[in-house]
């Protein structure tokens, strides 16, 4: 346990990853872009640092998982970022969803540097990172991810190694691909049993029990009865997330059409200012699609 620990991005999720780690007894070196959300951490033992490049001095290891591919970009390529103040040996880790050619570049430029590269986007939300349940998918050199599965370990339950540089993008293209097009199916479901005059709670106790059960319904599902519609995971991540998933199939020659509607309903949603909320904020598109009051 003698390796110094690099964590950026301590939002919903990050927060959550990192404080297990930082519970486990690693030393930590966090950063932020806004330190108030880096608090908690720091309270419980994190050291603040004031740049990413900051953070790749202090450390062996460095953990990111920010917003948007721009944010990966300016983390590590740009001027205050990882790649300009790493050193040889260490080992980079990016859990932020992001563009599979953009790990596949961040790859290329650390392997210059002698430095190891791992994509590794997760799933599971902010109830996956609280209980450290999360989904693990990742990419890169096999050797690199077998150093860093103890940390993985750490923070989900599921976790597989899924192949080369990006590969682990790819899969939580394919993750979100079911998402989106399964919230759709999981609003609409109880906006009929709404309607229809059931006791919500009851339906997802049954539904979700059987063929139709998933994550969304049983999850996401009670917090829409509740009208908690806060973000476990943020819509415009989402829309960011779907974008990337069809600019990719593009490229592939795939026509996702599922896919493409869910995107616009999302898209949709921003429109009605919902950017900020849960991904479960769907709901409130289909409930002003019909014109009802709840």
Not at 110 to 124: C, E, F, N, Q, Y
Not at 195 to 203: I, M, Q
Request: proline share 3%; aromatic share 8%.
């Amino acid at each position: 346990m003698n390796e110094k620990i690099g964590w950026i991005g301590t939002g919903v999720m990050g927060k959550s990853m990192c404080m297990h780690i930082l519970k486990a007894g690693y030393e930590i070196f966090v950063y932020n872009r806004t330190k108030e959300k880096a608090r908690e951490l720091i309270k419980a033992g994190a050291k603040w640092c004031s740049s990413p490049k900051e953070v790749a001095k202090q450390c062996d290891i460095i953990f990111t998982i920010v917003g948007f591919p721009q944010d990966v970009k300016e983390v590590y390529l740009g001027e205050n970022g990882i790649l300009g103040g790493i050193e040889k040996g260490s080992i980079i880790v990016d859990m932020t969803t992001s563009e599979p050619t953009l790990a596949q570049t961040i790859y290329e430029k650390a392997r210059k540097l002698a430095v190891s590269s791992i994509d590794a986007p997760v799933s599971g939300g902010d109830v996956g990172a609280r209980e450290a349940t999360l989904a693990i998918m990742a990419g890169g050199d096999n050797e690199t991810y077998d150093k860093i599965l103890p940390f993985f370990k750490l923070m989900g339950k599921n976790i597989a190694y899924m192949g080369k540089a990006g590969a682990g993008q790819h899969t939580k293209m394919s993750n979100q691909i079911l998402i989106a097009t399964t919230m759709i199916g999981v609003v609409e479901s109880l906006l009929y049993a709404y309607r229809a005059g059931n006791d919500l709670n009851e339906v997802i106790n049954v539904i979700g029990k059987g063929a139709a059960g998933c994550w969304s319904i049983n999850n996401l599902g009670p917090r829409i009865v509740d009208g908690n519609f806060d973000p476990g995971f943020y819509i415009k991540h989402f829309i960011k997330d779907m974008g990337i998933a069809l600019q990719e199939a593009k490229q592939m020659n795939l026509s996702l059409p599922g896919l493409a509607l869910a995107y616009q309903f999302y898209i949709s949603a921003t429109a009605m200012g919902l950017e900020n909320l849960g991904t479960q904020g769907l709901y409130k598109v289909f409930v002003k699609m019909n014109g009802i009051e709840i």
